[in-house]
């Protein structure tokens, strides 16, 4: 009996994370997962100690060294400046492994940290890994300093990934006025 149920629970949450990946604005107002994962500046990042020191925008990306992601992460990478001023947090994710992130994040370079999920682990607890998919989608979540998600970008060109995000910090007021 208890065998069927807890088979029964995970059937349950395969299809609720899978209905989740196809459909990122039902994420909003969830707690955004915990997670404990290396990054290519050579430290270990958890969010829960991200957030007490302002929101965070974690921007998932399927694979490094791809034109699409590249260029996402560059157009993040412009907009640093105003998120340092007010105070949020930016770092990239990616199923690959903390080997092959190290060198491309500092061929491109970047000015925030890009955090290995090679298990992908915390890609199925962040439901970005839609039906059939072995990469993360290219999302970016949005969380408020209380752990929640505030909004989830995933209909946005790589290119103006940047100007995108600051459009949705601006509506939530979390950018500092200038």
Same mark, same amino acid.
């Given at each position: 009996m208890q065998q069927s149920r807890a088979i029964l629970t995970i059937l349950t949450l395969m299809t609720l994370q899978s209905t989740l990946a196809n459909e990122p604005a039902r994420l909003v107002g969830l707690f955004a997962p915990d997670f404990n994962l290396s990054g290519t500046d050579g430290k270990t990042h958890r969010l829960a100690h991200l957030l007490k020191s302002g929101p965070v925008v974690v921007a998932w990306?399927?694979? %490094?060294?791809?034109?699409?992601?590249?260029?996402?992460?560059?157009?993040?990478? %412009?907009?640093q400046p105003d998120l340092d001023k007010s105070r949020i947090n930016l770092l990239a994710v990616s199923g690959d492994k903390i080997k092959y992130l190290k060198p491309y994040a500092e061929s491109i370079p970047l000015s925030f940290p890009i955090l290995a999920d090679p298990t992908r682990t915390t890609a199925v607890n962040w439901s970005v890994l839609g039906e059939g998919r072995e990469l993360p989608n290219r999302w970016i979540f949005l969380i408020s300093q209380d752990g929640r998600i505030a909004a989830v970008l995933s209909d946005f060109s790589a290119d103006d990934a940047g100007k995108e995000l600051l459009k949705y910090l601006q509506q939530l007021g979390w950018l500092t006025k200038s």
């Open positions: 990306f399927p694979k %490094a060294y791809t034109g699409n992601c590249e260029k996402m992460l560059r157009s993040l990478s %412009a907009v």
